[in-house]
């Protein structure tokens, strides 16, 4: 028995925050919003990109995940500083990974992502 990927990833928000991860993840990020199936909660929402899913879920005692992260790979790690930049996410340099370029910023509930392009 072993592990043999990885299907999703997920992140918390709080109640009522779906538009707002919609804007982010999808518009700002570029991921695609996809459906969830109908017999799990209403509430949240599910994103795929090229080969990462990420599930949203609201918790009613939400706390910001501010150590724990998801790590993105993107394509255009500049143009997606700048657009994050231009819409006021913030930008926190961190010690250098061989192979790739990379930065942290945040979602806009304080959860904590990692944006890497391979170099």
Known sequence: ????GLDHVQ????????????????????M??????SNL?????????K???????????????AKAHPAFLVDDLASLRSRLE???????EDKPVEGYARFFTQDPFGN????????
């Open 86 to 92: 231009a819409d006021g996410y913030p930008i926190r």
């Open 11 to 30: 992140l918390a928000i709080p109640a009522g925050g779906e538009d707002r991860a919609r804007e982010f993840y999808a518009g700002l990020l570029g």
């Open 51 to 65: 080969s990462a899913m990420l599930h949203i879920g609201v918790d009613p005692d939400f706390r910001a995940a």
């Open 41 to 49: 909660s209403p509430s949240g929402c599910w994103f795929a990109g």
């Open 112 to 119: 904590r992502i990692e944006l890497m392009e391979r170099l």
């Open 32 to 37: 695609t919003e996809v459906p969830k199936p």
């Open 1 to 4: 028995m072993a592990v043999v």
